[in-house]
């Protein structure tokens, strides 16, 4: 698809915000042409990466969850149920009002989230303790009226690959568990994009609408910036109150159920793209790349013996599951090269006479840049390793990433400085107002409490009262 | 969930209808209780079967296609565009009109079908003849707002899972190529699901709303009834002149574009369940069962070998990719044959004390109820012979029932009588006058000219004029 709009250069890295905009486009992930703001449309190429991610997550759940399908559209009547819930979101429904020529006796929402949809099944679903821990979760799309600044894959009105789990527990400890369970589960699931992320605990005013608690995972950008990655609230028995969830248990009583949910987005995507890209382009971890080897034909003469050669590598590849491009264009090497580092493709294989006659092939790492000639008969092994080496890499090239932004810091004006790049960690006392001022001062959001940290004795940075807990603060998406 | 419901038994295939509701919810395919009118709920193990049936569809297609993914939301204007589309579509179509507490500045449609989301993004796309052709496909929910009366997976105000193709060509006979490709494709999908189709090319006042013609697949139901199963639109260059769609050609001159669309819908799932089916439940297609095999322990004491027995027979049909179910629950074998036929599970294993000594294990068909003992050592050869065995039987049998129950009819009683149990073929001059009498008079519809079929000669079973071509009538959903 016009090929010659993709020949400029991207912009530096450096300028994040204009680079992130310029390589959706031209690593064809997500057009954002189309006439509606905060909607977007993917790309084939950038599909297909979706699917690799989604497929990823869904082999992670698929291990206790069933996944299942429940309708957008939510009557305004049940949507209003659940008073906090619908506090938090009233501002940012999109309403159905007309059916063809007719207005509709019920309005219907376009669901932000379906906790009103699902949560009426649930009733009719759970009755006793043996169907308990109930865990089901789809992949929707989901609907935000932003006002905010709008951006593909990370601030949209059609969220169009939403992940959502929604569990049933008989107590509030296996919810507690599950939540545990679920940002396990989420790391995890960001180490295989090889994306290191932080959890930690968000402060009250900042959990999901209607929950207990939330626990949230955030990855760093590249602007120093957070970008919450993921969500797991405990629901408590709120919304079972709301929605008469009861089961019967081993003694014959009806108890409320407790609930979790958490939830994953495209925003997994943004990350994956955000943090692994540099200034050629995409830089896609194996597991997940829609391509991971390219195969470039380096053709003088003998064309045909090296084409052959190319196709039966190819082959063999592809036999072990790998996805494998073979560019077989009329275009330079050169080119090719460009477009298909542009495309984030892990390993390119060149392959040209000369190799023929030693029978090897050269491999080309897209994120170090290194060559090193192989041996063809060994090709699998070699192409496998790399694959290895390469998600071994990325992650480990991100997590020192992490680490050296994330500064402890002791004063307001310090925080500051330090915001600009990274992560700032502080001692708060846990005092809602402390909070708030912080918050104000530096013009950023406390992220919460590590969820993996020990205790430790401090001086809240506002109000320098005992603080028995560090908490992470972010300029945040 | 709630085992207790799903002990009594279901009524009788013969009463099609009310046999179709009890299924999907004993069968747990689909839950109606969702509060709103035309929108249903996916149990897990429904949405299960659904994967399955995707799944086989995704890789039909991505051999030449590409996936991809649209909005949503369709701005009004752009949905305004099309007038036949438009005219086609109005009485149907959902609109959000506010977002939050404010009104919209331009509703937004929720799409019926894509081509006014996905067209105005071709007209950016499509630059050179070299882009064509282009084939992409989406699988996403879908909304119309259902007048008659709703039925699940059939008639819905969400179809949930609507597969649609969008291609462009560079000339009128390309896409003309294409539609059939799309009916051969089809055709060969639900031979998967061992479902026969009939093609035919719709007459001209049932075709797509803006397109040049529209040849669908139906299949028969079990009460005698067609259900459209999929459609193929030639659309011409019609959308190409409304949206500007045009690409430069190989002597540089701009040309409007050659555009097909087609989909497929959850009635897949519908006709699956409908013509397979029988009085003690579902029957799947090994193909695509969620369980493809179940393990009933026969246990009498000494349950220990007999339980190890099993777990090493799932473990060596999971190795070899089959979908296995191992059901140690306590429950009566009865009860658990009860649960895996209504279930639809193609093949049932039982292995007791006895089939131990032997080293052997009793296999059950779904669809003959045939048993068959067979030995341990060779048990994921003769389980996948079975599923061999079973799909070719579905199909056959769907087929007979099928050939059968086209009745080639000279006269409007003769075709009344007939349309009791099926088709009626008659000679149909091509006019459109004699065709919608014939319509009104038999009470049905003329589904169209048989795609694969010879001319013939015969007198128009309305105005008694030559003909030189059959067409199908039948009772639709």
């Known amino acids: ?22 390589i959706l486009q031209k690593g064809e992930i997500m057009d954002v042409r189309y006439p509606v703001k905060g909607l977007y449309v993917w790309y084939p190429f950038g599909f297909n990466l979706r699917r690799n991610v989604y497929d990823l997550i869904r082999q992670l759940l698929d291990e206790n969850h069933q996944e299942t399908m429940f309708p957008l559209l939510i009557p305004e009547n049940e949507f209003m149920k659940e008073a906090e819930h619908i506090k938090g979101f009233e501002d940012e429904v999109y309403w159905v009002t007309h059916g063809g020529m007719s207005p509709l006796d019920v309005k219907l929402a376009l669901r932000p989230t379906s906790e009103t949809a699902i949560y009426p099944m649930y009733k009719l679903w759970v009755r006793s303790h043996a169907d308990l821990p109930l865990r089901l979760y789809q992949i929707v799309n989901t609907f935000r009226y932003e006002t905010k600044h709008t951006r593909p894959l990370i601030r949209l009105r059609e969220i169009t690959s939403f992940k959502e789990a929604h569990t049933v527990h008989a107590t509030w400890d296996d919810a507690a568990a599950q939540v545990d369970e679920a940002i396990r589960l989420y790391t995890e699931f960001y180490r295989k994009l090889a994306i290191p992320v932080l959890a930690s605990k968000r402060p009250d005013w ?108 190819k082959e063999e590849l592809e036999a072990a599951g790998i996805r494998v491009k073979l560019d077989a264009s009329d275009n330079r090497p050169g080119a090719k090269y460009y477009k298909w580092e542009m495309k984030g493709v892990p390993v390119r294989l060149e392959l040209g006479p000369r190799d023929l006659k030693k029978n090897a092939a050269m491999l080309v790492r897209r994120d170090t840049g290194e060559k090193q000639q192989v041996p063809l008969d060994n090709i699998k092994e070699e192409v496998l390793s790399l694959f290895s080496a390469i998600q071994d890499n990325l992650y480990k090239t991100a997590e020192q990433g992490l680490e050296k932004r994330i500064i402890k810091c002791e004063s307001v004006p310090e925080i500051k400085k330090n915001l600009a790049s990274g992560i700032a960690k502080v001692f708060w006392c846990g005092d809602k107002e402390c909070g708030l001022k912080l918050e104000d001062e530096v013009g950023a959001g406390i992220l919460g409490i590590p969820s993996s940290e020990d205790k430790c004795q401090g001086k809240c940075v506002v109000c320098d009262g005992d603080a028995d807990t560090m908490v992470y603060v972010a300029r945040t998406y």
Request: charged share 25%.
């Open 1 to 22: 698809m016009a090929e010659q709009e993709k020949e400029a250069a991207l912009p530096s890295k450096e300028n994040f915000s204009e680079w992130y905009n310029d």
């Open 206 to 313: 900042d959990k999901f609408p209607g929950a207990d608690y939330t626990i949230a995972t955030d990855a760093l950008m590249p602007d120093g910036r957070t970008l919450q990655v993921g969500t797991a609230h405990h629901l408590g028995d709120n919304f079972a109150k709301t929605f008469d969830i009861q089961y019967e248990d081993a003694e014959g009583e009806q108890v409320y159920a407790h609930q979790t949910c958490y939830g994953i987005s495209e925003r997994s995507v943004a990350a994956l793209i955000s943090i692994h890209g540099d200034d050629k382009g995409l830089m896609m971890p194996p597991e997940v790349a829609p391509v991971q080897v390219a195969i470039i034909p380096i053709i003088f003469k003998k064309a045909e013996d090296v084409l052959q050669a190319c196709e039966k590598v």
